[in-house]
Nanobody, 116 residues
Framework: QVQLVESGGGLVQAGGSLRLSCAAS????????MGWYRQAPGKQRELVAF???????MYADSVKGRFTISRDNAKNTVYLQMNSLKPEDTAVYFC??????????WGQGTQVTVSS
């Protein structure tokens, strides 16, 4: 089992910044991928970004150039730096951990609200 604890959400004005953190604990193995998803009210959960254990990254088109995902393998922590936030970024953000064997784990979610 892997436990994920997120932090860093909150309320920010449009154009502002927030940094989300997600600390993983438990059965952590090398070769995992960590990522962030978000779900706005009435919408499906969507991928925001992910980062592999060798630091390859991928971003949704809607956040490219504004969000940066990073990780600290020594701390088993993934970060999402969100700049130039827009009201449409408002959602619950979920941390995701995918192990080398395909097992997948989710955090409890953290609310990000961007006011116009």
């Amino acid at each position: 089992q892997v436990q994920l604890v997120e932090s860093g959400g909150g309320l920010v004005q449009a154009g502002g910044s927030l940094r989300l953190s997600c600390a993983a604990s438990g059965s952590i193995f090398s070769g995992n991928t960590m990522g962030w998803y978000r779900q706005a009210p009435g919408k499906q959960r969507e991928l925001v970004a992910f980062i592999t254990s060798d630091y390859s990254t991928m971003y949704a088109d809607s956040v490219k150039g504004r969000f940066t995902i990073s990780r600290d393998n020594a701390k088993n922590t993934v970060y999402l730096q969100m700049n130039s936030l827009k009201p449409e970024d408002t959602a619950v953000y979920f941390c995701n951990h995918r192990r080398f064997d395909g097992a997948e784990y989710w955090g409890q979610g953290t609310q990000v609200t961007v006011s116009s």
